[in-house]
Nanobody
Framework: QVQLVESGGGLVQAGGSLRLSCVVS????????MGWYRQAPGKQRELVTA??IYADSVKGRFTISRDNAKNTVYLQMNSLKPEDTAVYYC?????????WGQGTQVTVSS
């Protein structure tokens, strides 16, 4: 059974940094592009980054990377802003409905 487990979220002040991790079980990781998504309260889930593609709102601040030996994808988030507050998820690109995990909450205080 394929699972995605996100971690690394938390409460941080504006201007701070966090690194999110997503461990992917099964064969999904090795054969798919992976991306990070987020959903803020009252908003639709959106793509944050996938490979070299970044949402305009995070360009220059967020960086995606992956460790194939650990089946893990990371999201380094710097210069965080209150508008980055959301639940962050990883998934394939395009996302598979059945793969959504619990996500990890990121809260940025002003």
């Amino acid at each position: 059974q394929v699972q995605l487990v996100e971690s690394g979220g938390g409460l941080v002040q504006a201007g701070g940094s966090l690194r999110l991790s997503c461990v992917v079980s099964g064969s999904i990781f090795s054969s798919n592009a992976m991306g990070w998504y987020r959903q803020a309260p009252g908003k639709q889930r959106e793509l944050v980054t996938a490979s070299t593609i970044y949402a305009d709102s995070v360009k220059g601040r967020f960086t995606i990377s992956r460790d194939n030996a650990k089946n893990t994808v990371y999201l380094q988030m710097n210069s965080l802003k209150p508008e980055d507050t959301a639940v962050y998820y990883c998934n394939t690109v395009p996302p598979r409905v059945g793969l959504w995990g619990q996500g990890t909450q990121v809260t940025v205080s002003s």
